[in-house]
């Protein structure tokens, strides 16, 4: 830490940490800090008292290990954590740079982030033309497949700058500049780029997007899944205002319970295999049916068909009550990354027939 620390100050003037403020003995970023500044390091009054009415409230007693949590260095702006207990601090660095020390956990860090250190950006680094953003949320595509698409077509243009953000089954593209209206111009071209594949064009999750999209054209759905691992049925009962879309999900990736809890005939099974457009078909329309929704999502998974299906292939099936459709996918890999991926294509798919389907 101690070494990072040096090599940041001696780079640029605005350093950010995060974590390490804890109790235990391995939060050591406070004593890090302390010997790269030569300062103290004091308990700040205010935290503590913060730290021994929440103690108090729980019945707990107030350790010399707890109060670890409210120790800061000596002269720093305090910034106090509107969600745990260990506060965030602003300090001076050597030659007028500015190091924020933050709490590590998301909660508390995004905490201390929204309600001391953005405004202070605001009001003392932003720049005299403010940076507008254009954001585009796209579905189920690789980044290098995204990136390719504007490096094709000789995107971004001079002043504006393009950033992408990945995690399985989504990019964010976020494209900044100064200028509105060239803004404008090389959004509505990258709109045209991406396509459908945009589920959003604010930061949301495509569960989220999924859910307005039903609820929207006030219609229902209930899902069945193998590939996914129970991901796509968890993902919409998190996401907001899904009570009144999602119906319920079944999660199985047994043959024998395809049969009996979906009613999926052996005969169908055993002649297309469990991976097939007509077992994905199949599951969808009963699981739309026994769940009472008007639409059905089904995934299917090699795990579930015969031993000579190849590895990484399934289909995801959709049933409304007057059209059955089923789309084929491989993906190769494994565990969490692969499930992952494949829930984020299920709901994509989804998002892409709701204008044609029948509600």
């Not at 982030?113 to 595509?141: I, S």
Request: with cysteine.
């Amino acid at each position: 830490i101690i070494g990072a620390l040096r090599e940041a100050l001696g780079r640029v003037d605005l350093v950010f940490i995060s974590g390490g403020l804890g109790p235990t003995s391995d939060d050591l970023t406070r004593d890090a800090v302390a010997a790269v500044l030569g300062r103290d390091i004091v308990v700040d009054p205010e935290a503590l008292a913060r730290l021994q009415e929440r103690y108090q409230r729980a019945g707990r007693d107030v350790t010399e290990m707890a109060t670890r949590q409210v120790l800061v260095l000596d002269g720093a702006e305090v910034l106090l954590n509107p969600v745990g207990l260990a506060p965030g601090q602003r300090l001076d660095g050597p030659e007028g740079q500015t190091l924020f020390v933050l709490p590590g956990p998301p909660g508390e860090f995004s905490g201390v982030l929204e309600t001391h250190v953005l405004p202070w950006l605001k009001a003392h680094r932003a720049p005299d033309a403010p940076v507008l953003e254009r954001l585009f949320m796209v579905g189920a595509v690789p980044e290098a497949d995204v990136a390719r698409r504007f490096e094709d077509a000789g995107l971004p243009p001079h002043g504006i700058a393009i950033g992408y953000c990945a995690a399985p089954g989504r990019v964010e593209v976020r494209l900044n500049g100064t200028d509105a209206g060239a803004l404008d111009r090389c959004a509505d071209r990258a709109r045209e780029l991406l396509g459908e594949d945009v589920f959003a064009e604010t930061r949301v999750t495509i569960e989220a997007a999924v859910v307005r999209a039903l609820d929207h054209r006030h219609a229902t759905l209930a899902t069945v899944e193998g590939a996914s691992d129970g991901r796509l049925a968890r993902a919409l009962m998190d996401a907001p205002e899904s009570r009144g879309v999602f119906r319920g999900g079944l999660v199985t990736g047994r043959n024998q319970l395809l049969i009996d809890l979906c009613g999926v005939s052996s005969e169908l099974v055993c002649r297309e295999g469990g991976v097939s457009e007509a077992v994905a078909r199949r599951l969808a329309a009963v699981v739309r049916v026994q769940l009472g929704a008007d639409i059905g999502l089904a995934v299917t998974d090699a795990s579930w068909g015969r031993p000579d299906q190849p590895d990484g292939r399934f289909f995801i099936g959709i049933d409304d009550g007057t059209d059955a459709r089923a789309y084929a996918h491989r993906l190769t890999g494994r565990g969490a990354w692969r499930a992952e991926w494949i829930y984020h294509i299920a709901l994509n798919r989804l998002r892409q027939t709701l204008p044609a389907v029948s509600t």
